[in-house]
């Protein structure tokens, strides 16, 4: 087991996808009150499947989480379409897997550094 272990390197690229998708996500909360605003998405969940299913490291690595604008139609009178509920309820998601991921590696890596020191 090392740095280019596939868990390590799936781990490591969901820590970067979920960071990227709560930026997202801070950006339109940020911007709740703002007329005609539009938020923005991250979506990665059906390419990282594709990627994970072809058991393929290079596709996991060059995985990218990009930004696009939502689809959602404004239902407020001054254009802007941020749901703060939603925003929120997702951003609190995405932290929480976020912290997931960063303690299981946590793991991996202690564990690795017992086997290198012996214990």
Not at 7 to 24: C, R, Y
Not at 68 to 91: A, I, P, Y
Not at 95 to 101: K, T
């Amino acid at each position: 087991m090392g740095l280019s272990d596939k868990n390590v390197v799936l781990l490591s690229k969901l820590l970067d996808l979920t960071a990227t998708k709560n930026k997202v996500l801070a950006n339109n909360i940020a911007n709740v009150n703002t007329p005609g605003f539009k938020k923005s998405e991250v979506s990665f969940e059906k390419e990282l499947l594709k990627a994970v299913d072809s058991k393929n490291i290079n596709k996991i690595k060059n995985l990218q989480g990009s930004p696009s604008f939502s689809k959602d139609k404004s239902t407020r009178k001054d254009g802007n379409n941020v749901d703060l509920d939603q925003e929120l309820v997702t951003f609190y998601q995405m932290s929480d897997r976020h912290n997931i991921y960063l303690e299981i590696l946590s793991k991996k890596f202690k564990g690795m550094i017992s086997a290198i020191e012996g214990r």
